[in-house]
């Protein structure tokens, strides 16, 4: 079964540093997630991203994230200056047009 | 923000049981719910959804009934297995938005 790919497995950054988060979502799917679980937390919502831009985020969603899908295959989420508070796994997810949402493995982003 | 709830953190079943999870709900604006099952270290896997027309959607060993006047809906696994083990998210959705809304989740243990 295809599945969404993220890399790297474990993220190990400065506060203040960029990361970027990739993956690889499932080919002829459509739409694109991202969500976050902060240990012991809920998954929460970060973004969804359709035709190439923002369709709708939330209001962890700032101007210290962003995500692009520079090369129709990767789809990326950049944290421009990490902080504590972002330490968290990061879940990749999409689906195709009327099917329900299918997560990656996640990233674990470890800000120190 | 509590609008999905899953009361119970845990739950212990002895193999071949039937186990019964709960999730409670309070946005009206909800019309699709899922529910997902998590391992450690893997993202959420999509088991089952229910569209707020339905009352009750089965696939194998996994049934979804919604209560609409109540909010609450609830995943029955029958018979249950050691694989079920893992923890199960409830999650909702409204028409014309992106977002899925999780719960805190429930641990299963299926007892051999």
């Known amino acids: 079964e295809p599945e969404v790919t993220q890399t790297p497995s474990h993220q190990v950054t400065q506060m203040g540093q960029e990361v970027i988060l990739r993956c690889v979502p499932i080919?002829?799917?459509?739409?694109f997630y991202w969500y976050r679980q902060i240990l012991g937390q809920k998954v929460e919502f970060l973004v969804s991203?359709?035709?190439?831009?923002?369709?709708?985020k939330s209001e962890i969603f700032d101007d210290q994230f962003s995500v692009e899908r520079p090369d129709g295959s990767n789809f990326t989420l950049k944290i421009r200056s990490t902080k504590l508070e972002d330490s968290a796994m990061y879940f990749c997810a999409d689906r195709g047009r009327d099917s329900p949402l299918h997560f990656g493995n996640g990233t674990r982003l470890t800000v120190t | 923000d509590q609008q999905v709830k899953q009361n119970s953190p845990s739950l212990s079943v002895q193999e071949g049981r039937i186990s019964i999870l709960n999730c409670d709900y309070t946005n009206s604006m909800f019309d699709y719910f899922l529910w997902y099952k998590k391992y450690p270290a893997e993202g959420p896997t999509f088991l089952i959804s229910i569209s707020s027309i339905k009352d009750k959607n089965e696939d194998g060993r996994f049934t979804v009934f919604l209560n609409k006047s109540a909010k609450h809906l609830s995943l029955h696994i029958v018979p249950s297995q050691p694989g079920d083990s893992a923890v199960y998210f409830c999650?909702?959705?409204?028409?014309?938005?992106?977002?899925?809304?999780f719960g805190t989740g429930t641990r299963l243990t299926i007892i051999p």
């Open positions: 080919s002829n799917h459509l739409y």
């Open positions: 999650a909702a959705k409204d028409f014309g938005n992106e977002k899925l809304t």
């Open positions: 991203f359709y035709n190439n831009e923002i369709s709708e």
